[in-house]
């Protein structure tokens, strides 16, 4: 089964600095997708990136960019020019590109923005 | 368009009440899930659709049951409410064609059992 892995329960920043939130996962697949999401106290889930498995170039979203390694099967985000308005739970979420049609979420990982 | 639909937004049950949790998407989206999220454990996946008629299990079902008569629906019954289904119940769907894997959440149901 996948497993998606966030070892940063919590990480702060100050506005205007650059962050970087960890994910690694585990997967047998070669096609699948992974994503970054945002959930701020208002509880909606909001899609911030999203990358293809299949591509070898790095997603990038305005201020939001990963590093994608597969061999390393990690993802991380990094967040540049931090506003307030990132202060958010961020999760990290895989799914697989062939019959598995499950989405699989870590656990989060609370970042808060310091003025 | 409206998107994913959920109602309602919070409810308080007492202990062995039973209620449904109502979820629509006006997307015509083939697949549709229903995730719980507890304080510090992120999403986990209750039950999923990948169409009208199909349903399957996901990893904490128990306690729980769906049923997928139309394509814009996919409510989520709780028969026998217990404490530990104290959560926020997000539903969600996405297309399940090409290479669009996004899915779109509601707004949640934020669920009390007491």
């Known amino acids: 089964a996948q497993t998606v892995t966030q070892s940063q329960p919590e990480m702060s920043v100050q506005e205007a600095e650059t962050v970087t939130l960890s994910c690694t996962y585990d997967?047998?697949?070669?096609?699948?997708?992974l994503f970054w999401y945002k959930q701020p106290p208002s509880r909606q889930m909001i899609l911030v990136i999203r990358?293809?498995?299949?591509?070898?170039q790095n997603a990038t979203e305005n201020r939001f960019s990963v590093n994608f390694q597969k061999a390393a099967k990690s993802f991380s985000l990094k967040i540049s020019d931090s506003q307030l308005g990132d202060a958010a739970m961020y999760f990290c979420?895989?799914?697989?590109?062939?019959?598995?049609?499950?989405?699989?979420f870590g656990k989060g990982t609370l970042l808060t923005v310091n003025p | 368009n409206a998107g994913v639909t959920q109602t309602p937004k919070f409810r308080i049950l007492k202990i062995g009440q039973s209620m449904t949790l109502q979820c629509t998407q006006d997307?015509?989206?083939?697949?549709m899930y229903w995730y719980r999220q507890d304080p510090g454990m992120g999403l986990k996946l209750i039950y999923y659709?990948?169409?009208?008629?199909?349903?399957d299990k996901g990893e904490v079902p128990n306690g729980y049951n769906v049923s997928r008569s139309t394509t814009e629906d996919f409510p989520l019954r709780l028969e026998l409410a217990a404490p530990s289904q104290t959560s926020v119940y997000f539903c969600?769907?996405?297309?399940?064609?090409?290479?669009?894997?996004?899915?779109?959440f509601g707004s949640g149901t934020q669920l009390s059992v007491l």
């Open positions: 659709s990948v169409g009208a008629g199909i349903t």
């Open positions: 979420a895989y799914i697989g590109g062939g019959s598995n049609y499950k989405l699989t």
């Open positions: 969600a769907s996405r297309p399940g064609t090409g290479d669009n894997e996004k899915l779109f």
């Open positions: 990358q293809e498995a299949y591509k070898q």
């Open positions: 997307m015509n989206h083939n697949y």
């Open positions: 997967t047998s697949e070669s096609d699948y997708y």
